[in-house]
Every structure is written in C-alpha cells, then in structure tokens.
C-alpha cells in the first residue's frame, strides 16, 4: 500500500487537494455564534470535483436559529489557495486561520463582514498521528478524512446580512473540514463549545468506514477539558459502550481505560445542506446548530469513578446521515 506524502498532511487545515482532480470534495466549517447567543451561522466554503470532471467551487451559508440556508455557487477558476497555509480565496471571499471575510451580493441574499479569530485550538498534530485522523490520515484510499481546526475560540467583527448588521464581538467559534471523495454511507456527527464552564468543547463522529473491501464502524471524538483534548478514538484503542437512537435523541457514551465520555444529543429545527457522493455536492444531509447535548466526563479507577465534569452544552451542531439503520446500537 501507498501512504499518502507531503508536507500538507502534518498541516490538515491547509487545502489537500491539487490542479485537475476527479471524485473529490473539501470544505472548511466555520461556525460562529454571537455573545446574545441569538444569532448562530455555519459558513461552509469549498471545491467539488465530480467523476466526469466537471468543476466548482461553493460557500453555503446556514442560519441556525431561521433553519435556513443558502448555497452559492462560483466557478472554479475563482477559487484560490496557498500549499504552505490555510489560506484560501473564493471570488471576493477569502477565509483562513486567523477568520474570514464575506462579500456575497446576490438576488437572493447580500452578506458582507468580517471576522477576526484568534487563540485557536486545534486537534493536537503529531508526527505519526497528524490531526484527528490519527495513522488513517497517511492512508491513500480513506474515503473521508476529518479534521478539527479549532475546537473553541473568541471572536471579533461583524457581518451585514441584508443590510441587517450583527456584532459577533466576544462570540465563540468552531472549526473543522473534510475532504475526500464522499461522505459515509451512515454517520452521527455531534459538536459544542458553548458549556456552562468556557473552554470546553466536545467533537464526536461515529461512521461507517470502508476497508480493503470490507467495512467497520470507526469514531473520532475530542473532548477539550481544562485546555487539554482527551480523545476517545478507534486507533487509540477506545470503545463504545452505549450507542442508541431514538427520533429527537442520540446517545453515545464511548470509553478507553482512563476515562469515559457519555455525550446525550437533542434535536432542533434541520435543513438539508448540500454533501458529497463521488466529488459531487448532489447529496443531502440533515443538519441542525441550535442542539442540545449534555456531556458527562468521568475518570475511571479500579475501585471508584469520579466525575470531572458534568453540564449542558448549547448552540450545538448534530447531523444524522445516510442509512443510520444500519448502525448497530450498543446497550
């Protein structure tokens, strides 16, 4: 087997795509929640190259509390990138590490603004472990790779929607992407940083992942507590111990043997986003970033358990996709 090479795999923020490509997709996720907590976005920019070689580049944009979304379309020569760092421009817009600025005029919305992040946290990168991906991200053929740019970060700046201005200043804000070629067939995504303690935030995805012919279900989950991110990962030895689904509510506690991380999602108001199958954006999915989830950390000891924390976390995204009838609960 090939491992993927290059300098970009140690910098997953960085676009990982190349010139002419076929069945392949990248998108950044930026959400940004004001101080009020009554205004929350996700802006999603990216590339899609579907398998006959047709080509563009996209920025949706999703308000939370409306359950509304716009998807903006560009040609692909308008898209724009740096190989050293994240940096990347589509048209008049142009997004990287330290923010992003929007300059979107069209018949359906007229979005404007500007907005500075810093004191970003990202998924700890190592040299055999390269971001949330662990050793998965060397491998050539994954047909998703994830990765967490920043888990919780403050924010500065505002943005006009149609002519309406809203002041993100002292805000909080996410980060994360994903590219390759599809999205899994099944997968439970789940993530908020807004806890009644600041500083806490908590990613988890579980998916169905293809493997030389086979399949088997995988999870990355980061959980930042007290400025450090404890994983509970499928390469790191973790494992589920409680996975059900109901129609309003997921529930997923995963455990290593240290610790245990029992995460209670809620549903809200959805709308369909645009998803990649073969490189194309043609795929839909079901996503919501006004959820609840309640989190429960617990360090495990041979005689005794004791819980480092326990609390709500609001403005929470939670996507729930594909044949999710195939995942296997767990009791």
Known sequence: MQFRKGKRIWKPEVYQGKGDMKRYF??????????????????????????????????????????????????????????????????????????????????????????????????????????????????PFMECYHAVIGFDHPLDGKISINEKEIDFTEGRGYIEKDYGKSFPSYYIWMQSNHFETEGISVMASVAKIPWLGSSFDGFVVGFLFNGKVYRFTTYTGAKITKLQLTDNLVTVHFQDKKYRLELEAAKSASVDLHSPIEGSMTGRIIECITAKIHAKFVKISKNKEEILFDGNGRNAGLDIGGKIEELKEVS
């Open 26 to 139: 990248e998108g950044w996720y930026f959400k940004i929640v004001d101080k009020s907590e009554n205004n929350v976005y996700a802006i999603i920019p990216g590339v899609s190259f579907d398998k006959e070689g047709n080509t563009h580049a996209f920025i949706m944009f999703f308000d939370g509390i409306k359950a509304s979304m716009n998807y903006f379309r560009f040609d692909i020569s308008e898209f724009h990138y740096s190989k050293k760092r994240f940096q990347v421009r589509i048209g008049k817009n142009s997004f990287h590490q330290n923010g992003f600025e929007l300059n979107i005029d069209n018949d359906d919305q007229k979005i404007s603004g500007k907005i500075s992040i810093k004191n970003l946290k990202p998924w700890p990168v190592k040299f055999l472990s390269p971001g949330a991906m662990g050793g998965y991200a060397f491998v």
